[in-house]
């Protein structure tokens, strides 16, 4: 059973473009949301983190926005940069376990 | 200075043989994880160590044994090696009560 379900598995967009991200749960007692970025190669590297107590959190060009009743929460990247071409993971955890959304390859066109 | 260094960063081995991971945080954190990246880069976690204590085991194979001499070092062994573990396995870190994970760069077993 995925507990967390993510969409879409891949995306392209323009340079300048606006790439958004989206992620379900289904645990109510996950307390913790946070992206991470990868790039190939590379581990995991946390991005931007949001509690449901607040609805967004914007950090740069990145913006986590989370409806709680809906147990939805999704990733926008603003101005979107050839740089940000990588593998995106929504997570959520309840403690210090976190379980990961499948992943969203991200191509970012010049 | 690596957050969270893991060795070697590359493993090709035969099917059958026992292998090690080796894993070490220097960020004063004392929780400590092993993450499978299978082929369609899901990650999914394999233990968690608190305090050199496992708390967490989802259904791993016996064959897998974490090993954790103190708490900057979480070293994964892995028995009687089997094609399908071949895989990207992540190590990383956080500190109790805190959800942040860090982890290492990965390590890539290839097994034939």
């Known amino acids: 059973q995925q507990q967390v379900k993510q969409s879409p598995q891949s995306l392209i967009v323009q340079k300048g473009g606006i790439s958004i991200i989206n992620c379900a749960y289904e645990?109510?007692?996950?307390?913790?949301f946070p992206w991470y970025q990868q790039f190939p190669g590379k581990g995991p590297a946390l991005l931007i983190a949001i509690r449901p107590d607040v609805s967004e959190k914007k950090e740069g060009r990145f913006t986590i926005s989370f409806n709680k009743s809906a147990k939805q929460f999704s990733l926008h990247i603003m101005d979107s940069q050839p740089g940000d071409s990588a593998t995106y993971f929504c997570a959520a955890s309840a403690g210090n376990m976190l379980t990961f959304g499948g992943g969203t390859r991200l191509m970012v066109k010049p | 200075d690596t957050a969270v260094s893991q060795t070697p960063k590359y493993l090709v081995t035969q099917m059958g043989n026992d292998k090690s991971i080796k894993c070490e945080q220097n960020?004063?954190?004392?929780?400590m994880y092993w993450y499978k990246q299978d082929s369609k880069k899901f990650l999914k976690i394999m233990f968690s160590y608190n305090n050199k204590e496992l708390i967490i085991n989802e259904t791993v194979p016996n064959r897998f044994s974490p090993k954790s001499p103190d708490k900057a070092h979480l070293n994964l062994h892995i028995n009687s090696l089997e094609l399908g573990d071949s895989a990207v396995y992540f190590c990383?870190?956080?500190?109790?009560?805190?959800?942040?994970?860090?982890f290492g760069q990965g390590t890539r077993l290839t097994v034939v």
């Open positions: 990383a870190s956080s500190q109790t009560g805190r959800a942040e994970a860090f």
């Open positions: 645990n109510t007692a996950f307390d913790y």
């Open positions: 960020l004063g954190h004392d929780t």
